[in-house]
T-cell receptor, first 113, second 115 residues
Framework: KQEVTQIPAALSVPEGENLVLNCSFT??????LQWFRQDPGKGLTSLLLIQSSQREQTSGRLNASLDKSSGRSTLYIAASQPGDSATYLC????????????FGAGTQVVVTP | DADVTQTPRNRITKTGKRIMLECSQT?????MYWYRQDPGLGLRLIYY???????NKGEISDGYSVSRQAQAKFSLSLESAIPNQTALYFC??????????????FGPGTRLTVL
């Protein structure tokens, strides 16, 4: 059974510092991995989708890497801003899951001015 | 306008009541999903539908039912609500083009409280 873990559960950094968020999964047989952002009490905003054949994806200040063989993905946010404060979730679609996303519990990020 | 909408956004109900949560999308996607989010447990899949005639149970379907009225509409019902169904409920959609499974897009969520 696929398990997705995000460590740490919470992170606080000063403005301007680069953010590094980690996601690990136990079964490397995945179709893709998706990173989301969630603001308190709000919905999920899709940030990046990495297909299993890709090593990384970039969008603006965000860069996500994928090492399928080791079961790891890392989300980098460059030059963090207070507006980056949110909970970041990763989720995978395993090849035996019929398209269902399996989520980690998330990392809560606070960027202090 | 939002691509994936959910109604109501907030609902307080009493134990034993029947309640329906509705989801509509304008993205033209065939696939739709219902998830619930609980503190410390993350998001878990309740039901999913790959097209109008296809409905499947997720990992926590007990106590819930769904209806796919059209490609754009997917409703979740709680036949007899109980307090442990208090949670944040999300609808999501994805298309079915290409190999494998594609990016999922989420609605804003419905906060449900069962007293």
């Amino acid at each position: 059974k696929q398990e997705v873990t995000q460590i740490p559960a919470a992170l606080s950094v000063p403005e301007g510092e680069n953010l590094v968020l980690n996601c690990s999964f136990t079964d490397s047989a995945i179709y893709n991995l998706q990173w989301f952002r969630q603001d308190p009490g709000k919905g999920l905003t899709s940030l990046l989708l990495i297909q299993s054949s890709q090593r990384e994806q970039t969008s603006g200040r965000l860069n996500a890497s994928l090492d399928k063989s080791s079961g790891r993905s890392t989300l980098y946010i460059a030059a963090s801003q207070p507006g980056d404060s949110a909970t970041y979730l990763c989720a995978v679609i395993s090849t035996d899951s019929w398209g269902k996303l399996q989520f980690g519990a998330g990392t809560q990020v606070v960027v202090t001015p | 306008d939002a691509d994936v909408t959910q109604t109501p956004r907030n609902r307080i109900t009493k134990t034993g009541k029947r309640i329906m949560l509705e989801c509509s999308q304008t993205k033209g996607h065939d696939r739709m999903y219902w998830y619930r989010q609980d503190p410390g447990l993350g998001l878990r899949l309740i039901y999913y539908s790959f097209d109008v005639k296809d409905i499947n149970k997720g990992e926590i379907s007990d106590g819930y039912s769904v209806s796919r009225q059209a490609q754009a509409k997917f409703s979740l019902s709680l036949e007899s609500a109980i307090p442990n169904q208090t949670a944040l409920y999300f609808c999501a959609t994805s298309d079915n083009t290409g190999f494998g499974y594609n990016e999922q897009f989420f609605g804003p969520g419905t906060r449900l409280t069962v007293l």
